[in-house]
């Protein structure tokens, strides 16, 4: 099956533990997204790459860090410096940077700090 | 910066009712806008996606129209069933191609 793959479902983290959460696709799709939905909003991007080994920052990018190591995967690990990581993190793919097609979305992981 | 609203927050019809759902944003240097569905705590769906030089799209009992020049969007829902209770949310994608959203719609459809 294609697609894209999320987990955990759900994670709980103590206070002071980094956690990394992972986003796998085999799509074979250029650029991947992360971002962070709190309850009754919509979404906010965290980071975004576009091809292997280079990512940006998106609009809160504090107290996240990501890498693309292979076209397949990117993972975000939310640290300590996160002040309050509690939400639902979903990961995207698109098949290019093109700006033409759309977004497909993973499942998504729910972060609950304790 | 881009800013996306979505009015209403939530809409409750009875079934069989049409659905209008409204999309606004500030900058029209958009490349696409995009409808998408969620489910409660799952991922997200697309649904429609309008290029720029587009004015509507249609899938099945879906349409959505754009307006670029004003900044808006519709997205209509024809003849509803209690399987289209979701949340709606509407996103453009500009320079950069990142997605920026709205807020989101939960629309409940009562039998």
């Known amino acids: 099956d294609g697609g894209i793959t999320q987990s955990p479902k759900y994670l709980f983290r103590k206070e002071g533990q980094n956690v990394t959460l992972s986003c796998e696709q085999n799509?074979?799709?250029?650029?991947m997204y992360w971002y962070r939905q709190d309850p009754g909003q919509g979404l906010r991007l965290i980071y975004y790459?576009?091809?292997?080994?280079?990512?940006q920052k998106g609009d809160i990018a504090e107290g996240y860090s990501v890498s693309r190591e292979k076209k397949e995967s990117f993972p975000l690990t939310v640290t300590s410096a996160q002040k309050n990581p509690t939400a639902f993190y979903l990961c995207a793919s698109q098949p290019t940077s093109a700006g033409t097609d759309t977004q497909y979305f993973g499942p998504g992981t729910r972060l609950t700090v304790l | 910066k881009q800013e996306v609203t979505q009015i209403p927050a939530a809409l409750s019809v009875p079934e069989g009712e049409n659905l209008v759902l409204n999309c606004s944003f500030t900058?029209?240097?958009?490349?696409?806008l995009q409808w998408f569905r969620q489910d409660p705590g799952k991922g997200l769906t697309s649904l429609l996606l309008i290029q720029s030089s587009q004015r509507e799209q249609t899938s099945g009992r879906l349409n959505a129209s754009l307006d670029k020049s004003s900044g808006r969007s519709t997205l209509y829902i024809a003849a509803s069933q209690p399987g289209d209770s979701a949340t709606y949310l509407c996103a453009v994608q500009a320079a950069g191609n990142k997605l920026t959203f709205g807020g989101g719609t939960r629309v409940l459809v009562k039998p």
């Open positions: 790459s576009q091809i292997v080994n280079d990512f």
């Open positions: 900058d029209s240097a958009i490349y696409n």
């Open positions: 799509l074979n799709h250029d650029a």
